[in-house]
């Protein structure tokens, strides 16, 4: 694999800001790392997601995700949001549309992506995994899957455990908006059209476990394609490093 530290500008937040990206490399005597990369086509891409105190770089720092993709052939892409909770914010940067949009046509004019959407995947951990679901909820035409660790994916209750910081992010309103996983939910279950895939999954011993078992129950009960995963665990990074690993292997990534 490859590990590019990419510095870059923002038409949309304004600023120069950071991504870390992982590429597919065909190698034949590199010692200890099993790698895989097509060499006729672009590669399959997980755009994936850092947490509420985080940045782009925890990932490659708390887990060994680029051994754990170099033998899949996929490419990561590991964005800087901040505490935005990759939403357009009431009063901030409009973090949403720079996820959905802006980075991922920036990222592909940088490196060989493909903008397929069976190539495509989102996950993340706790509020990246809200990011991650939301990627897949309202982009279905464009993500195939998507998958959350651990995910922040009740914002209502979220913004009631830091008020100030709540109104900051989604204004005063989120249940039915744009930012309410449940309505999101229950819109795609409505619409025509492609239904991503979806995993989730949380340690029993989380302080999201309650939130995330109200949201499996809600997909369910819409039909969505939801694979769900729960088993002894907190939210720490001994979790979410065995379950990324978990994800990888239940991603829909294409051999050929």
């Excluded at 996929?74 to 939403?87: C, D, E, K, L, Q």
């Excluded at 549309?97 to 190539?119: H, M, Q, V, Y």
Aim: with cysteine; aromatic share 12%; charged share 20%.
């Amino acid at each position: 694999m490859a590990w590019i530290d990419c510095h870059f500008y923002s038409d949309i937040l304004g600023l120069s800001t950071s991504m870390y990206v992982i590429l597919p490399q065909q190698t034949g005597t590199q010692i200890g790392m099993a790698s895989r990369a097509a060499a006729d086509r672009k590669h399959p891409v997980l755009f994936l997601l850092h947490g509420l105190s985080d940045d782009h770089t925890i990932w490659l720092r708390r887990t060994s995700i680029e051994r754990y993709a170099a033998s899949m052939g996929i490419a990561v892409v590991m964005p800087n949001v901040h505490r935005s909770f990759y939403t357009d914010m009431a009063a901030g940067g409009r973090y949403w549309t720079f996820l959905s949009e802006e980075l991922p046509a920036l990222a592909r004019s940088f490196f060989p992506l493909s903008a397929e959407r069976k190539d495509n995947f989102a996950a993340g951990l706790s509020m990246g995994g809200y990011g991650a679901l939301k990627l897949g909820l309202r982009c279905p035409d464009r993500f195939a899957a998507a998958a959350s660790l651990s995910g922040a994916v009740d914002v209502a209750e979220s913004a009631r455990r830091w008020p100030e910081e709540g109104v900051r992010i989604f204004g005063d309103q989120i249940a039915g908006t744009d930012n309410d996983l449940f309505g999101l939910a229950s819109r795609l279950a409505g619409s025509e059209g492609p239904k991503p895939l979806l995993f989730q999954c949380c340690g029993t011993e989380d302080f999201l476990y309650e939130s995330n078992i109200r949201f499996r129950d809600h997909c369910r009960s819409l039909g969505l394609p939801l694979t769900y995963e729960e088993g002894p665990g907190s939210h720490d990074w001994s979790y979410w490093d065995a379950n990324i690993q978990r994800v990888l292997k239940w991603l829909p990534v294409s051999s050929d």
